[in-house]
């Protein structure tokens, strides 16, 4: 089916039914696990009401990307266009965003973020590198030990994780042959 164009970063332009309800019940499954987590973690904490709003907003997106960037209408919508890889990959401060707005360690979520997005660069100059699937589940193994390894709340590593997936293999990873990319 058509994606409205203001949903094409998002989505891509076309996407079949069942990835879309595939996307929503992703979205919705990891959402509910890290709210719990968050719940049963912190339940003393108490932030401000724009701090959820925002903060939920964030991580529903880390949840939503990691499965929508597996689908052939995302993967073939970035697959077409270079620029629009880096600009995804420099725009996403969002797991930095949610360490702060839930007060977690900044300096492991810089640790963390930075070897995303500085590994996400690295996948991105490797696309149409037929070594390019194997060596994203290398960094992507390499992240989970680092996010395990750095002592921080089950819902925050579990975030950082789907930030991991997201950025650097369900996105960076060309999954689907695309004719004629830039």
């Not at 709003?53 to 073939?76: K, M, P, Q, S």
């Amino acid at each position: 089916m058509e994606i409205p164009k203001s949903l094409h970063d998002v989505l891509g332009e076309q996407q079949s039914k069942s990835a879309l309800y595939s996307i929503a019940t992703f979205t919705l499954l990891g959402s509910i696990v890290i709210f719990s987590l968050m719940h049963y973690q912190a339940p003393e904490y108490s932030y401000a009401w724009w701090q959820y709003a925002l903060g939920e907003l964030i991580i529903i997106d880390i949840v939503a990307g990691a499965a929508a960037n597996f689908t052939r209408g995302t993967n073939h919508y970035y697959a077409k266009s270079a620029k629009s890889r880096w600009v995804f990959i420099a725009i996403h401060i969002h797991l930095l965003a949610v360490a702060v707005l839930f007060e977690q360690p900044l300096l492991q979520a810089l640790y963390i973020w930075a070897y995303v997005i500085i590994c996400a660069c690295f996948l991105n100059l490797l696309f149409r590198n037929p070594w390019q699937k194997a060596i994203a589940l290398l960094v992507v193994l390499g992240g989970v030990i680092m996010i395990a390894s750095l002592g921080l709340p089950w819902w925050y590593q579990f975030v950082a994780g789907l930030f991991l997936v997201k950025v650097c293999y369900s996105f960076a990873v060309d999954h689907y042959y695309t004719k004629n990319p830039t």
